[in-house]
């Protein structure tokens, strides 16, 4: 296991990271298991994969299989979680998905590739929400992180309007449970990154290089996986509580606002 990050301990802490069988989600996972926390790893179309982050993390980590996009996946995943582990202190809400859909698309497989976006990055990030917040009214509190995006801000292209809208409706979910239930011991922050080296960056990186985007950095390198872990882990420790409801940009300074 890794060396603790800064003093930041997460001992007896239990955490659930959606979509961390890869990318982003994998290295919070791993982050938050060298602090001392309780993973749960999920993962969804490769379970064999998540197995393996949590093996990696250690520290008693599982790995949980559900499909987002399914309306009841969501809640059946969180009981999951808690019907093992006994409890949730924090919920870091990552998987998400980025799909493609120029305007000029027909109709139903537009219609399709918004109601998948939607479900995935969405739905399934408010019924988990709901489902957390309520355990933590029973437990005594607990925090939210939310994987966002510049773009929920910034806007997107065109081609991605439905993940640049999908994200905004985090961003407020994010600030409305931050100023409703900060007094329940209730802390709700969104991470907003840019490009991140992940497999949803990849398709972009092969079609137009890595120069197409490191050229809009502010930084000479592209943003890594565990250049945004660190922040999540702290966001979960308690230490950032009264940063609630903020959004924190992790874009290597494509972005400033
Ligand atoms: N990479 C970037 O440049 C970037 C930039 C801004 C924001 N973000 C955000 O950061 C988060 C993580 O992105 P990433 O780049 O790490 O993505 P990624 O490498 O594409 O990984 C996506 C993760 O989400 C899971 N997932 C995908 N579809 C799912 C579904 N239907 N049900 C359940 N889980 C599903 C995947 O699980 P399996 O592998 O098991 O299928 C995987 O663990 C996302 O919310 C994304 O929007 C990423």
Do not use: C
Not at 59 to 75: K, M, Q, S, V, Y
Not at 133 to 146: C, P, W
Not at 147 to 174: C, E, H, N, Q
Request: aromatic content about 6%; glycine content about 10%; proline content about 3%.
């Amino acid at each position: 296991m890794e060396e603790r990050l800064m003093n930041v301990d997460l001992t007896g802490k239990n955490v659930l990271v959606t979509g961390a069988s890869r990318g982003i989600g994998r290295a919070i996972a791993l982050r938050m298991a060298a602090a001392g926390a309780r993973v749960a790893v999920h993962g969804f179309s490769n379970l064999e994969r998540a197995t393996a982050v949590a093996a990696a993390a250690g520290n008693g980590a599982h790995a949980f299989a559900a499909d987002l996009a399914d309306r009841r996946a969501p809640g059946i995943l969180f009981d999951e979680v808690v019907s093992r582990f006994g409890r949730v202190d924090v919920l870091v809400n990552n998987a998400g998905i980025s799909l493609e859909m120029p305007i000029s698309m027909p109709d139903d497989k537009w219609e399709l590739a918004w109601e998948k976006t939607m479900a995935v990055n969405v739905r399934a990030v408010e019924i988990l929400t709901r489902r957390a917040v309520r355990h933590f009214g029973k437990i005594g509190g607990g925090r939210l992180i939310h994987i966002a995006s510049r773009a929920a801000f910034r806007g997107d292209t065109p081609d991605y309007v439905a993940y640049a809208a999908s994200k905004g409706a985090v961003v407020a979910l994010s600030k409305t449970i931050a100023r409703g239930l900060g007094k329940q011991n209730i802390m709700s922050f969104v991470i907003a990154p840019g490009w991140v080296r992940t497999d949803m960056a990849a398709e972009f990186i092969e079609r137009h290089g890595e120069e197409q985007v490191t050229g809009t950095l502010a930084l000479p390198r592209l943003t890594e996986p565990d250049d945004i872990a660190p922040m999540v882990v702290l966001l979960a420790s308690g230490m950032a509580d009264h940063a609630t409801g903020t959004s924190i940009d992790i874009n290597a300074g494509s972005y400033v606002r």
